[in-house]
């Protein structure tokens, strides 16, 4: 369990991106975060990390505080949070195999990491996550050779190699088409759910949040202004979240589009 307490966060440039932010996410739960440019999104996902350094509060991930962890232990800790990234942040010349293992990393000591050695465990389960993921047929690929679908799909088994205790997914289809999207959203929830993970998804595309989350939390300013299940996101509130605009109508063509689109092809089973 992921447990936020008054997380905060000044910019030295004065700029507050997060006032006394609290929220948990229990095992298993898959929140997305949603809001306006400039809302804070990122901000959160990097404190709970720590690739940005709150100002104050607690981030409490299975009761230890990362908010006060230091060197070896803010390592330590690093490794148990898996990320998914909009830009998929794959090693390019490395192939998929060599980019999902890399998830291990954090595991294996300096001269093996440095010798990519890895163990026969380690390479068993890569094998099975990238069937998993639909892409036991590519293991040996360069990742610059993968579609942007394909990429992202390793980065979601990189980030499972890992054994995470916590998901955080920023932006993760943002570069990808309609129906590529709703493939991944629909992986990374399975994935959650099967392996009972909690994970925190940064997401714009709203109606892609509202069908593949569990919960959703609005962010503006810096705070919580919404948080509460996916069907109770009502025009009221999306207006209260990102302003006036016409959500009725929004959502009608997307759902004009959605119906002229062939069924989706679940990857996502077993994973
Ligand atoms: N490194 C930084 N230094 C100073 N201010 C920053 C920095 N990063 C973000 N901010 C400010 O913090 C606020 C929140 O930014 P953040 O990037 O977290 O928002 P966001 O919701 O992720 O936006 P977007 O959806 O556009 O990515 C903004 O006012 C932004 O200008």
């Given at each position: 369990?992921?447990?936020l307490?008054?997380?905060?966060?000044?910019?030295?440039?004065?700029?507050?991106?997060?006032?006394?932010?609290?929220f948990?996410?229990?095992?298993?739960?898959?929140?997305?975060?949603?809001?306006?440019?400039?809302?804070?999104?990122?901000?959160?996902?990097?404190?709970i990390?720590?690739?940005v350094?709150?100002?104050?509060?607690?981030?409490?991930?299975?009761?230890?505080?990362?908010?006060?962890?230091?060197?070896?232990?803010l390592?330590?800790?690093?490794?148990?949070?898996g990320m998914?990234?909009?830009?998929?942040?794959?090693?390019?010349?490395l192939?998929?195999?060599?980019?999902?293992?890399?998830?291990?990393?954090?595991?294996?000591?300096?001269?093996?990491?440095?010798?990519?050695?890895?163990?026969?465990?380690?390479?068993?389960?890569?094998?099975?996550l990238?069937e998993?993921?639909?892409l036991?047929?590519?293991?040996?690929?360069?990742?610059?050779?993968?579609?942007?679908?394909?990429?992202?799909r390793v980065?979601?088994?990189?980030?499972?190699?890992?054994?995470?205790?916590?998901?955080?997914?920023?932006?993760?289809?943002?570069?990808?088409d309609?129906?590529?999207?709703?493939?991944?959203?629909?992986?990374?929830g399975?994935?959650?759910?099967?392996?009972?993970?909690?994970?925190?998804?940064?997401?714009?595309?709203?109606?892609?949040a509202?069908?593949?989350?569990?919960?959703?939390?609005?962010?503006?300013?810096?705070?919580?202004?919404?948080?509460?299940?996916?069907?109770?996101?009502?025009?009221?509130?999306?207006t209260?979240?990102y302003?006036?605009e016409?959500?009725?109508?929004?959502?009608?063509?997307?759902?004009?589009?959605?119906?002229?689109?062939?069924?989706?092809?679940?990857?996502?089973?077993g994973l």
């Open positions: 369990m992921l447990e307490d008054r997380l905060s966060k000044t910019y030295a440039t004065g700029d507050t991106a997060l006032s006394q932010v609290s948990e996410v229990p095992a298993g739960q898959v929140v997305g975060l949603i809001g306006p440019s400039g809302a804070g999104k990122s901000t959160l996902i990097r404190c990390n720590r690739l350094e709150p100002s104050g509060g607690k981030v409490i991930l299975s009761g230890t505080n990362l908010v006060t962890l230091r060197g070896n232990a390592r330590r800790a690093r490794r148990r949070i998914i990234f909009q830009e998929y942040a794959l090693v390019e010349r192939t998929v195999m060599e980019n999902v293992l890399s998830g291990r990393l954090g595991y294996v000591p300096a001269w093996r990491s440095f010798l990519r050695r890895y163990s026969p465990e380690d390479v068993a389960k890569a094998f099975s990238l998993q993921v639909g036991s047929d590519h293991f040996n690929k360069r990742a610059d050779a993968l579609s942007g679908g394909q990429r992202q980065g979601i088994a990189r980030a499972l190699e890992q054994d995470p205790e916590l998901l955080l997914v920023d932006e993760p289809t943002a570069s990808l309609p129906k590529t999207s709703r493939q991944i959203m629909r992986l990374i399975s994935a959650c759910r099967k392996r009972n993970l909690p994970a925190i998804i940064n997401i714009h595309d709203v109606l892609l509202q069908q593949f989350t569990d919960r959703i939390i609005g962010l503006k300013a810096g705070e919580v202004v919404f948080d509460g299940k996916p069907e109770a996101l009502t025009d009221q509130v999306l209260r979240i302003g006036d016409d959500w009725t109508r929004m959502r009608g063509e997307e759902n004009a589009g959605e119906e002229s689109q062939p069924p989706t092809v679940d990857l996502a089973e």
